[in-house]
């Protein structure tokens, strides 16, 4: 008895153990590309290092890009504050932009340290190339003052969504 390959493609989608994901994928053809989507869908960066392999995975395999829907940062600020340069947020617009496949919709930031005024000088335009990006959901952000979230907020150009809770500036303007 044969089932038909949408009522598989749900069963792969209640699946949520990575390596499960990664054994469907291998199991045949027609499982391999809604594996794929639900182990690409959503990227989690919490350490610098984890950017720095998404970077290597999306040069290595751009097959995969169009997968990603979400990227997902929560990265500790205290490196964010002490080398802005090398934080996640400073250097995900580059990466992403540079990959020309991948077309997140959704950013997602948590327990984060946002310093644009610290990052590169051309870190804002950067952001502005990220065309896709539609949503953005900040949790538990701290920007140095309210001008930083107005600059980022006007260069993402489709944003059509805004979700924030307890945010917070150092100082105001």
């Given amino acids: 008895m044969h089932l038909p390959i ?14 499960t994901l ?10 391999l590309s809604r594996s794929r989507l639900n182990l690409f869908r959503t ?46 947020l400073a250097r995900l617009p580059h990466v992403i932009s540079s990959s020309t496949p ?7 930031v948590h327990n984060q340290l946002w310093l644009p005024t610290r990052y590169h000088p051309d870190y804002l335009d950067s952001l502005s190339r ?6 953005l959901d900040i949790f538990d952000v701290t920007f140095t003052t309210v001008a930083d979230i107005s600059n980022i907020l006007r260069a993402l150009p489709r944003l059509t969504s805004l979700s924030a809770k307890h945010l917070d500036c150092q100082r105001q303007l």
């Fill in 6 to 19: 949408e009522l598989w493609e749900l069963v792969i989608d209640f699946l949520d153990d990575e390596q």
């Fill in 22 to 31: 990664k054994t469907t994928s291998l199991v045949c053809k027609a499982w």
């Fill in 43 to 88: 990227i989690e960066l919490c350490l610098p290092r984890h950017l720095d392999y998404f970077q290597t995975l999306l040069l290595d395999s751009p097959h995969l890009a169009p997968y990603l829907e979400t990227v997902d940062v929560s990265e500790n600020s205290l490196i964010a504050l002490f080398r802005p340069a090398r934080a996640i």
């Fill in 102 to 108: 991948a077309q997140p919709r959704r950013l997602a």
């Fill in 130 to 135: 990220l065309t896709s990006l539609t949503c």
